[in-house]
C-alpha cells in the first residue's frame, strides 16, 4: 500500500458528462502528481500542485481541471467528456515539488466513457 | 528535451530464467534521477529504484539489479531467476533534479510475462 488514496476506482459515464477524481496523498506529502495512462498515449503527466498552488502543468485538456484544498487532497475535474478520455487515471504524492524524490501512486481511477 | 525509450515492447521468459529490460534516456541536463517502477496486473504503480546521475554504482535488491551507465545514457534492470510473480509492466522513468515543478517522464513500458 503505497499510502495515496484514490477515488472512485472504477466510473463509467456518458460522452459530454462531467466527473471529478479525487485523491488524497501520503502523510506528509505536499505534492500531488495526476497522470493519465492509455493504451496510445501511454503514462502521461498533466499536472502538478504543491502545497495548495499549481507548479506544472503539462498535457493537460483545457476540459480538464485539478484543484488542491488546504487538507492536501486533490481533485481533478474532467468536463465535456469524450470516448478518447478513456484511461486509467493516476494521482501521485511525493514531499517536496523537485524531481529528486520518488512519486508513489494510488491504484488510480478507471475511467470509462461511453 | 527529455525522453526514456524502451525498446522491449514485450519480453517472455520461463520461470528461473535471468531476464534485462533496457531503458535508454535522454536529458541535457547534468544532475539528473532516474526511476524504475512496476505495473502488475492489479493495475497500480509500485515503485522500484531511483537512482541520481551521480552515482553510477550498480545496485542489488535481492534478484533484482541495476546497472546505470551514463556514458551510454542506459539505466537497464535485470530480474534474476525470474517468477511468475515478476510478471508486470515496467516503466523506467526520468526527472530533472532540481528545477522546481517538474514530474516524471516515462518510457512506454516493457511487458514482462514468466511462464511456469
Known sequence: DSGVTQTPKHLITATGQR????????????????????????????????????????????????????????????????LGDSALYFCASSVVDRGHTEAFFGQGTRLTVV | AQKVTQAQTEISVVEKED???????????TTYYLFWYKQPPSGELVFLIRRNSFDEQNEISGRYSWNFQKSTSS???????????????????????????????FGKGTTLSVSS
Open chain 1, 19 to 82: 466527473v471529478t477524481l479525487r485523491c488524497s496523498p501520503r502523510s506528509g506529502d505536499l505534492s500531488v502528481y495526476w497522470y493519465q495512462q492509455s493504451l496510445d498515449q501511454g503514462l502521461q503527466f498533466l499536472i502538478q500542485y504543491y502545497n495548495g498552488e499549481e507548479r506544472a502543468k503539462g498535457n493537460i485538456l483545457e476540459r480538464f481541471s485539478a484543484q488542491q484544498f488546504p487538507d492536501l487532497h486533490s481533485e481533478l475535474n474532467l468536463s465535456s467528456l469524450e
Open chain 2, 75 to 105: 539505466f537497464n534492470f535485470t530480474i534474476t531467476a525470474s517468477q511468475v510473480v515478476d510478471s508486470a509492466v515496467y516503466f523506467c522513468a526520468l526527472s530533472e533534479a532540481y528545477q522546481a515543478g517538474t514530474a516524471l517522464i
Open chain 2, 19 to 29: 531476464v534485462t529490460l533496457d531503458c535508454v534516456y535522454e536529458t541535457r541536463d
